[in-house]
């Protein structure tokens, strides 16, 4: 605040470094859980851009991304849409052949898409977005990747495409255990989301396996335990052993899962 306000001293009311540091107010907000205040920011940002930027200027859609990003954060997810598809089509704009930035907006999108349970739009987004990374960045694997590829095993679970699931399940986990450390959460979730898969096609000593790697990874790092997330490992567990007929073993593992 102190440095917006000197800002505002010694710049035009009307600049694009103001926009920039309204923006960094609203991150802060964003990060504490005050998204009322974040909105407010973020609009102020957006505002500002639009005076100082032309038309179509690619802050301004990272301004409308920002707040698509909170309205998601608020379950508005409708109004989240239309702020990012009126980003995606600066983007589109600004780079034709394709950009990081049009990248990730997909992803944003294919996002909400997946939380409103409209699983064809989802996964043509994220196909959309695989599809321009592989021509922009073929030979770069970072985290952002690990999380489309699992959207994209998920909306293919959802749509009881088990088997292709499996595939983008298994890339996701490889390329997690290639760049994170071992009991990152991202791994867990990896083991946890091919153990559902091979439940689903039911291969349940196949994913017991699964679900138990799942567990061990996710204890691996006792000083940052994740009951929630061991809670929803240890259920399926118990299902599988069930729909094997060891309900004497699976009420273990139900019994652990409520605690």
Do not use: W
Request: charged content about 20%; hydrophobic content about 35%; some cysteine.
């Amino acid at each position: 605040m102190k440095c917006l306000k000197m800002k505002e001293q010694y710049i035009p009311s009307e600049h694009k470094e103001l926009a920039r540091i309204l923006n960094h107010i609203a991150a802060v907000y964003n990060d504490i859980g005050d998204l009322t205040n974040a909105m407010k920011y973020h609009q102020e940002s957006l505002k500002m851009n639009e005076k100082c930027l032309l038309i179509g200027h690619n802050s301004i859609g990272s301004s409308l991304n920002h707040i698509a990003h909170t309205l998601t954060n608020q379950g508005k997810y409708n109004e989240a849409l239309n702020y990012f598809k009126t980003s995606l089509k600066i983007q589109h704009n600004m780079f034709p052949n394709g950009h990081i930035s049009t990248v990730k907006t997909l992803s944003k999108i294919g996002y909400i898409y997946y939380l409103k349970k409209d699983y064809n739009l989802a996964f043509d987004y994220f196909s959309k977005c695989m599809t321009m990374r592989e021509t922009l960045f073929a030979d770069i694997h970072d985290v952002t990747l690990i999380s489309t590829l699992t959207y994209v095993s998920l909306v293919l679970t959802k749509q009881q495409q088990n088997s292709d699931s499996l595939i983008y399940s298994m890339h996701a986990l490889n390329l997690s255990k290639t760049l994170l450390p071992i009991g990152h959460e991202h791994i867990t979730d990896c083991y946890t989301n091919i153990g559902i898969v091979y439940r689903k096609k039911g291969d349940y000593i196949k994913a017991f396996e699964y679900f138990e790697k799942a567990a061990q990874n996710n204890n691996a790092k006792p000083m940052q335990p994740t009951p929630i997330r061991l809670a929803r490992i240890y259920d399926n567990m118990d299902i599988c052993l069930c729909c094997q007929s060891d309900d004497e073993h699976g009420l273990n593992y139900r019994m652990a899962a409520d605690k």
